[in-house]
């Protein structure tokens, strides 16, 4: 069984970097079509897709966060990891990883993940 765990700090000072790590397990992040995903649920508004890190290492963005984010992989530890810069208040979210199918379907998520923007 798929299963993929988010794991990183809950609280991060403003101006400071988001770092958070998805663990998966049951399937490799190297499966072939497969792209691994970053999703997130600010409070009160709809999840907001951050980025993705394909089954080939390449690496998307989306457009409005571009400029603050990294996404990486590690294949020897199966985990992908994803660095969100210059944090403010409305990078308040619930941040959740997972994955989307040669089908497009996202087919697994982490319970996900709260990160509060505080100081």
Same mark, same amino acid.
């Given at each position: 069984?798929?299963?993929?765990?988010?794991?990183?700090?809950?609280l991060v000072k403003p101006s400071q970097?988001?770092?958070?790590?998805?663990?998966?397990?049951?399937?490799?992040?190297?499966?072939?079509?497969?792209?691994?995903?970053?999703?997130?649920?600010?409070?009160?508004?709809?999840?907001?897709?951050?980025?993705?890190?394909?089954?080939? /290492?390449?690496?998307? %963005?989306?457009?409005?966060?571009?400029?603050? $984010?990294?996404? &990486?992989?590690d294949t020897s530890k199966?985990?992908?990891?994803?660095?969100?810069?210059?944090?403010?208040?409305?990078?308040?979210?619930?941040?959740?990883?997972?994955?989307?199918?040669?089908? /497009?379907?996202?087919? %697994?998520?982490?319970?996900?993940?709260?990160? $509060?923007?505080? &100081?």
């Amino acid at each position: 069984q798929v299963q993929l765990q988010e794991s990183g700090p809950g609280l991060v000072k403003p101006s400071q970097t988001l770092s958070l790590t998805c663990t998966v397990s049951g399937a490799s992040i190297t499966t072939n079509y497969y792209y691994w995903l970053w999703i997130r649920q600010p409070p009160g508004k709809g999840l907001e897709w951050v980025g993705a890190a394909t089954y080939s /290492g390449s690496i998307y %963005y989306s457009p409005s966060l571009k400029r603050r $984010t990294s996404i &990486s992989r590690d294949t020897s530890k199966n985990q992908f990891s994803l660095q969100l810069s210059f944090v403010t208040p409305e990078d308040t979210a619930v941040y959740y990883c997972a994955s989307r199918d040669p089908w /497009g379907y996202y087919d %697994y998520w982490g319970h996900g993940t709260q990160v $509060t923007v505080s &100081s």
